[in-house]
């Protein structure tokens, strides 16, 4: 293989945060994917990623693991705090009976920063996401309670992960938003209607999660996932849906032979130019291969006309399943309607 170039650094939104332009998904280093990989090969894997490969943005959250995923990451990046970004994200989490639940009241955000900086051992988070709108509490609020956090230094920038249109201008008028995070990939294009749209308009920056399907496009085959996988739930790669989208990938791994790079590679590039500058995409792996791999993605070049042979091998309507099965759905679907500040008791103490 060639040898790989240091990843470009680039502005995430007008906020002044600048990161690799390629981030590092951590996520399924502690499960969701399979079985929780083996601490030392991951702290040495994000290492890798760091001081090798020049990638700085690290994503994690409360959820993965649950916490365990930032302890991991707090351990891999001692003696090189000066050289990432961390990202991490609170709101998901279990109630009393063990359900699941989003909050986003302002004790919670407030106690789940504090946990977090302790488990991340960080002084400061870079980058701070409500990682779901919770339905119950008008976002005014939790952005409110969340730039506190900023003011006492103890978060630099606010995000927001699958936010609508209206909650991001909403939460925008509390304080700025660096960064929005969603799924986008060549299969998953709802975002393009409006949300994009608004984060451009208002110079946020946008960080694609699952840029490579959760694998789909880059090969994997549901019979390999292992039985604690949560992909085995998602309706877009089960059964009838899975050998639907299968055909679509045809020409699009057509394309990839043409220009000599691998299926993964060919569809995170895909990403990052339809993106273009403020889109940095977080791809995880657990493996020093894969992570090779999504870096020379950022040396594939994409024609226009290239773009639109993509896009035509995989049209939106065509694509078969929803992403996310009922259940989860339940307790916290995409594009969430939060009520108005006004139906927040004592709301005028907080605006």
Known sequence: MALLQPVPRTKLGSQGLEVSSLGLGCMGMSGSYGPARPEEEMVELIRYAVEKLGVTLLDTSDAYGPFTNEVLVGKAIKGIRDKVQIATKFAIT?????????????????????????????????????HRVDTKVPI??????????????????????????????????????????????????????????????????IVPYSPLGRGFLAGMKPENLGENDVRKTLPLLQHENFEKNKILLEQVSKIA???????????????????????????????????????????????????????????????????????????????????????????????
């Open 94 to 130: 279990v109630d009393k009976d063990g359900n699941r639940v989003v909050q986003g009241d302002p004790e919670y955000v407030r106690a789940a920063c504090e946990a977090s900086l302790k488990r991340l051992d960080v002084e400061q988070i870079d980058l701070y996401y409500q």
């Open 257 to 351: 032979e043409k220009k000599k790079c691998s299926l993964s590679q060919l569809a995170l590039a895909w990403v990052l130019h339809k993106g273009g500058n403020g889109t940095v995409p977080i791809p995880g792996t657990t493996k020093k291969a894969n992570l090779e791999a999504n870096v020379g993605a950022l040396s594939v070049k994409l024609s226009e006309e290239e773009m639109q042979e993509l896009e035509s091998a995989i049209p939106p309507e065509a694509v078969s399943g929803e992403r996310y099965n009922p259940a989860l759905k339940a307790y916290y679907w995409l594009h969430a309607r939060t009520p108005p500040l006004s139906s927040w008791k004592g709301a005028a103490a907080h605006t």
């Open 140 to 205: 005014e609020i939790t952005i409110g309670e969340m730039k506190k956090l900023v003011e006492e230094g103890k978060v630099k920038y606010l995000g927001l992960s699958e936010a609508s249109p209206s909650e991001i201008r909403r939460a925008h008028a509390v304080h700025p938003i660096t960064a929005v995070q969603l799924e986008w990939s060549l299969w998953v294009r709802d975002s393009e209607e409006s949300v994009i749209p608004t984060c451009r308009e208002l110079g946020i920056g």
